[in-house]
């Protein structure tokens, strides 16, 4: 916290440090998560359109939280509207929060669901995140899919750059290990920001943050990224076989004239390759 404070002199914006969050927020009794859908995905093509005795690359996508941490969060408390679906007001790209949502009917087998791996119908509680990234694959330029319907929202004023100056710390501490070859920093500025992430909403190791919403859009808006890749890959001519979590890529062709191989954070390395069996789905 102490370097968010650094990293933060000269920001535009002033935030609410702790917010009072919906009911929406509070974890379930019997269950251990809340009602908010982050679009976490663990997707492959089916084994029915993939080519038997194909080789595969699983990819890792570097920093994928660091990245992250260039989301659009809410500065404020969150307040509630009624969405367009139900005569409330356009959706404002100026807002961010949480927008329960009917997500649109997905028909490409060839790429993954940007709702992630959800396999119940009908309304969800999803981030900014994974709305915008929605939004986007509704878009003329993509084509993929219907509007979501947005029923009901929760959101406060937006900014991308609340956290632009720690990402920009962490990052630049990245390439200086990197250069240097030092593992033990670089372990170390990872941990630094994974735990920023883990503990910016409720909990006992920072009493300083409780922006659950935060985390949330955070991990979204690393799902969301991943997703992006896969796209990038398939408009390129590559064969999506698989995405998983946050940062694992598997793909078909020769990825090198899409990505680039390095450890940088724009840069992608190799986790496995292996080779499909008949019938057999990426990462099985």
Not at 7 to 35: C, M, Q, W
Not at 186 to 194: G, I, P, S
Not at 200 to 207: C, E, K, M, V
Not at 223 to 250: M, Q
Request: include cysteine; aromatic fraction near 8%; proline fraction near 6%.
């Amino acid at each position: 916290m102490h370097l968010l404070e650094i990293s933060r002199r000269t920001g535009r914006y002033d935030f609410t440090y702790h917010a009072v969050l919906p009911p929406i927020f509070d974890k379930k009794p019997g269950r251990e998560g809340n009602d908010i859908w982050e679009a976490r995905p663990k997707w492959s093509t089916p084994a029915s359109i993939l080519p038997p005795g194909a080789e595969v690359t699983a990819l890792d996508v570097n920093g994928a939280y660091l990245s992250a941490l260039k989301a659009h969060l809410p500065i404020g408390t969150l307040e509630h509207h009624l969405g367009p679906a139900e005569g409330g007001p356009p959706y404002d790209k100026r807002r961010s929060g949480v927008h329960l949502i009917t997500p649109p009917d997905w028909h490409h087998e060839a790429l993954p669901n940007p709702i992630g791996n959800r396999e119940e119908p009908g309304r969800l509680w999803v981030t900014e995140s994974t709305l915008r990234l929605l939004q986007r694959c509704s878009s003329p330029r993509y084509g993929l899919c219907e509007e979501p319907l947005i029923h009901e929202s929760w959101t406060s004023g937006e900014s991308e750059g609340l956290l632009e100056g720690l990402r920009l710390t962490f990052a630049a501490a990245r390439k200086t290990a990197l250069e240097n070859e030092d593992e033990v920093t670089l372990a170390y500025v990872k941990a630094m920001y994974a735990k920023f992430v883990s503990t910016a909403g409720s909990s006992t190791y920072n009493r300083e943050l409780n922006r659950q919403d935060w985390v949330h859009i955070i991990r979204s808006q690393a799902f969301a990224n991943l997703w992006g890749k896969a796209y990038k890959a398939h408009t390129n001519g590559l064969t999506v076989a698989g995405i998983l979590g946050t940062d694992e890529l598997h793909l078909i062709g020769d990825w090198r004239t899409v990505f680039t191989e390095g450890r940088d954070i724009a840069q992608v390395k190799i986790k496995n390759i292996y080779t499909l069996t008949c019938g057999e789905a990426a990462g099985a």
